[in-house]
Every structure is written in structure tokens, then in C-alpha cells.
């Protein structure tokens, strides 16, 4: 087994540190606009902005607390600071988390082309009732998609168990304003609507798509764009083998998603709590988020020493 070492570990450990650290998830952004504006229609008005909630459900997931406890955290919060906020209860949390904004990963701006690296998992969801528990486990299925360049999350999507993870490549590719420049992913991936996908978000631009094709699989005699990709994959594998085509071709880095969905599990969780299919989108986006600025604030820089 190789042996790593971490070549930035000061930089890395205060990044650790600053993980804890209560300004990064209640910023001052967030508590001047924790109260929800006038929306000037007539009727009940919102007491809390979606900024507010979507802070306290932050702190929620991030220290692993149940609503009520996440209630009273930020009200003894509150009281310590001694800001006048008013507290949003656990049933507030729980029916605004199904109503907030899926908003975009990447910021507006940056459109320089970028190597995708694609990946699933499957996240335990709650099924039954307290007076008839489950009698097997239910789950759903969590696809990701990473920026080989930063590491950072850029696209997400959940789905039923059952659901084909080449069928969900065209809306990960939907949610990202930058043209595609390469994708990488692994052999479940390794079907024509994929790599016709990945070609059309090139826009115009050829896309390196790196995908292992299966141990049979045959050239295609009359190959599209996006199929030479295939083509070329197969050929390089049949002349020098899939552990060179692997060291090569790059496909190694798809490592990072790999990593990603390992740090999504243990960070975040292996499972759920909501019991809508909404509230666990919107659960999935949040833990993108804080999984995003964990990587912002530093990541190790690991060299093989054996």
C-alpha cells in the first residue's frame, strides 16, 4: 500500500481549525438580513429570510444536531451575543428547508472551459412510521460532479435508487454555465448518450472524454464526434493496456470525485433526514455547499513517499 504525506500540513490544520469556527457558517451577511423585507403584498409576512434559515440549517448539519436542538444552539447564540434576533423554531426549519432556491454552485463569470469528473452514491433515507418501523432499508442515489482544477463541487442531482447513473449526465451538465472541456467518469458511464452529451456542451470545442470502456467493447465503424472519443479509448487500451490507458490518458484524476462522494459520507453523513424527496434535495445542495467552502478554507497536499 503507497504511503502519503501532506506537504502543506500548517496551512492544512488551520483550515481544520477554521472548519469549527462559528463566523464562517453565521457570517454578518447573514445576520443583517435575517429578517425577511416587507414583500409589500397584502397578508401574513415572512419573519425570516431564506438566508436565515438557510444559515441555522447549516449550523444543523454541520454539528449533527437535530431541529430542536439547532433551535436552541442559535437562541443561546443569540442571547450570548446579545443581538436581538428572533429565533426560528424546528418547525419553521422544517418546512422552509423544502422551499429554499436551488441556486447555482459556481459563481456568474467564470466561464473558462472545465474537466468535469462525474461520480454516484447511494445515501440512507427514512422509511416507515413510529409505530411500524421499516422492515428493510430504502435509499436514494446522489450524483456529483467536480471541478478536476479546485476540487469544488459544480453540479448535483438525486435521484431514486434505480435510476442509470449515464441517465442523469445531461442534467449535471444543464446546471454548469461553462462549456465543457473534458469529462471523466467511470465504466457505468460507458453509453452513447453520454458521450453525445458531453460532445453538445463542448460547444463547438472537441471534448476529451475519458470513460473505460468494457473488456468486449468494439470499434464503431461509422463513429459520430463524440463516438471517435470511444474509438480512440478502445484503441489505446487494446495497444497498451488499461493500467498505461489509466496513468496516460489522465483518467487517474478522477480520484478527486472518488474522494469527494468518501468526504460527502463522512462529513455529512451516510444517510438523510428528510422524509420529501424536496427537503432531501435541498439537504443534498447544503451539504455541496458546506463541502465546497471546506475546500475553500485548504485541502492537503499529499506526496507519495512510498
Not at 444543464?174 to 460532445?199: T, W
Not at 472518488?258 to 451516510?270: L, Q, S
Not at 434535495?281 to 499529499?302: F, H, S, W, Y
Request: hydrophobic share 35%.
Amino acid at each position: 500500500k503507497s504511503r502519503y504525506r501532506i506537504r502543506n500540513w500548517p496551512e492544512y490544520e488551520a483550515g481544520l481549525r477554521r472548519r469549527g469556527d462559528l463566523t464562517i457558517w453565521l457570517s454578518e451577511d447573514a445576520i443583517n438580513s435575517w429578517r425577511e423585507p416587507p414583500s409589500g403584498k397584502p397578508g401574513g409576512q415572512r419573519t425570516y429570510g431564506d438566508i436565515a434559515i438557510e444559515a441555522a440549517l447549516t449550523i444543523r448539519m454541520i454539528f449533527h444536531l437535530p431541529l430542536r436542538q439547532t433551535e436552541g444552539f442559535l437562541g443561546s447564540l443569540a442571547r450570548m451575543l446579545e443581538v436581538d434576533l428572533p429565533i426560528p423554531d424546528h418547525t419553521t426549519l422544517s418546512r422552509r428547508l423544502k422551499e429554499l432556491s436551488e441556486s447555482p454552485f459556481r459563481a456568474a463569470g467564470n466561464d473558462q472551459p472545465i474537466h468535469l469528473l462525474i461520480d454516484s452514491t447511494g445515501l440512507r433515507i427514512h422509511v416507515g412510521t413510529l409505530r411500524k418501523p421499516p422492515k428493510r432499508r430504502a435509499w436514494r442515489k446522489l450524483h456529483l460532479a467536480v471541478d478536476e482544477e479546485n476540487g469544488e463541487i459544480v453540479a448535483s442531482d438525486l435521484t431514486s435508487l434505480r435510476t442509470r447513473d449515464g441517465a442523469r449526465v445531461s442534467s449535471l451538465l444543464e446546471q454548469i454555465d461553462n462549456p465543457l472541456a473534458g469529462l471523466s467518469a467511470d465504466g457505468a458511464y460507458d453509453v452513447s448518450g453520454v458521450y453525445e452529451a458531453a460532445q453538445e456542451k463542448g460547444e463547438g470545442n472537441r471534448v476529451r472524454v475519458l470513460i473505460p470502456p468494457g473488456r468486449n467493447a468494439q470499434l464503431n465503424p461509422r463513429p459520430s464526434a463524440a463516438q471517435r472519443e470511444r474509438n480512440q479509448n478502445i484503441l489505446f487500451i487494446r495497444q497498451l493496456g488499461r493500467r498505461e490507458w489509466h496513468k496516460r490518458s489522465g483518467y487517474s484524476g478522477r480520484a478527486m470525485v472518488e474522494n469527494a462522494v468518501f468526504r460527502h459520507k463522512t462529513i455529512m453523513g451516510r444517510g438523510m433526514r428528510s422524509r420529501t424527496m424536496k427537503g432531501q434535495r435541498m439537504e443534498v445542495l447544503l451539504a455541496c455547499r458546506i463541502l465546497n467552502k471546506m475546500t475553500q478554507l485548504g485541502m492537503p497536499d499529499r506526496y507519495r513517499v512510498a
